[in-house]
């Protein structure tokens, strides 16, 4: 094991998602994934025992033959030689990105609630759609100063939001962040996605969210958040949201599934091509414009009733 007492781990909870033992953390010093010695013990375990020659000396040559190779390999397939391209990046290797979806799938179906293993999957499965998204804002001037400016939708502007008009869309904003408790600050900064604009990409999607549920009037109980999911699939094309609607649907009432599919994902289907394009806009210069006036000028086909509450 690295030597260095300088560690980052991946915080995505992975012990939660995978065998027990897998408590991979992220080596600052050696820009690799380390594996505890549990793991390494128990990969060689079924070939260092030996029921007909239990002698110390052959069990241990055994083991020193054996452990040096093991270790190397296990580090091997979980070591990425690139080095981090920003403040909170963690490179992955193949082997490592695959376990990691798979872990935080598998967690974020046990738990939608678990934002920070949607947040990993959608940023281990995402890249395609991340790089249209970035030719989207390229192709617009907005999209290209925000792309070059990297604004964040934080607490300072959620503060300037909570002064404005009633009726104004950031006063609706801030309200539905007050009223449930929400902090702007809160959202996971992007780990996984290899590119640095592109993890910004990632990350303003991220932030956005809250306002579609705003602008698109959708709640945040389950059939509003699978309806916003549903309508983020069709407008961003983002793997993470198709499989949080086909997962997260196991978890409904028969009420609810039928709903989910007869009423909300052929609303999303539809809202997401009548819209203009949603991703290249700078919200913040909007917050103090009429909601009314702007789901009209940005053709919002608001969501069926039935998700306004939590």
Same mark, same amino acid.
């Given at each position: 094991m690295c030597q260095c007492t300088s560690f980052r781990p991946c915080n995505v909870h992975l012990p939660s998602c995978l065998p027990e033992g897998w408590n991979v953390s992220w080596c600052l010093s050696t820009r690799s994934f380390e594996v505890p010695c549990t793991l390494e013990t128990d990969l060689l375990s079924p070939m260092s025992g030996d029921s007909h020659h239990n002698s110390p000396s052959r069990s241990g040559m055994r083991s020193s033959a054996l452990r040096s190779p093991t270790r190397a390999l296990v580090r *091997?397939?979980? *070591?990425?030689?690139?080095?981090?391209?920003?403040?909170t990046h963690v490179p992955l290797s193949p082997v490592a990105r695959a376990l990691l979806s798979a872990g935080a799938a598998?967690?974020?179906?046990?738990?939608?609630?678990?934002?920070?293993?949607?947040?990993?999957?959608?940023?281990?499965?995402?890249?395609a759609a991340f790089e249209r998204m970035r030719e989207r804002m390229k192709s617009s001037e907005t999209g290209r100063k925000l792309l070059r400016e990297r604004p964040?939708?934080?607490?300072?502007?959620?503060? /300037?939001?909570?002064?404005?008009?009633?009726?104004?869309?950031?006063?609706?904003?801030?309200? %539905?962040?007050?009223?449930?408790?929400?902090?702007a600050d809160a959202?996971?900064?992007?780990? %996984?996605?290899?590119?640095?604009?592109?993890?910004?990409?990632?990350?303003?999607?991220?932030?956005? /969210?809250?306002?579609w549920h705003v602008l698109f009037g959708c709640g945040t109980n389950a059939l509003g958040e699978l309806a916003l999911k549903a309508f983020e699939f069709s407008h961003t094309g983002l793997p993470m949201a198709f499989l949080s609607v086909a997962g997260a649907q196991v978890r409904l009432s028969r009420y609810q599934r039928r709903r989910l599919f007869t009423e909300y994902v052929p609303w999303a289907l539809l809202a997401g091509r009548r819209a203009v394009d949603l991703v290249p806009i700078a919200y913040e210069d909007h917050m103090h414009r009429d909601l009314a006036s702007l789901r009209q000028q940005w053709r919002i086909t608001p969501a069926p009733p039935g998700t306004e509450h939590r």
């Open positions: *091997t397939l979980f *070591t990425s030689e690139q080095a981090p391209l920003y403040a598998v967690g974020a179906l046990a738990s939608p609630a678990r934002a920070d293993l949607v947040a990993t999957l959608g940023e281990t499965t995402g890249r964040l939708l934080n607490s300072s502007v959620l503060e /300037h939001c909570g002064s404005l008009p009633e009726g104004t869309f950031g006063r609706s904003y801030a309200s %539905f962040m007050k009223r449930r408790g929400f902090d959202r996971p900064p992007v780990r %996984f996605v290899d590119d640095e604009e592109l993890a910004y990409v990632a990350f303003r999607v991220r932030q956005v /969210h809250d306002l």
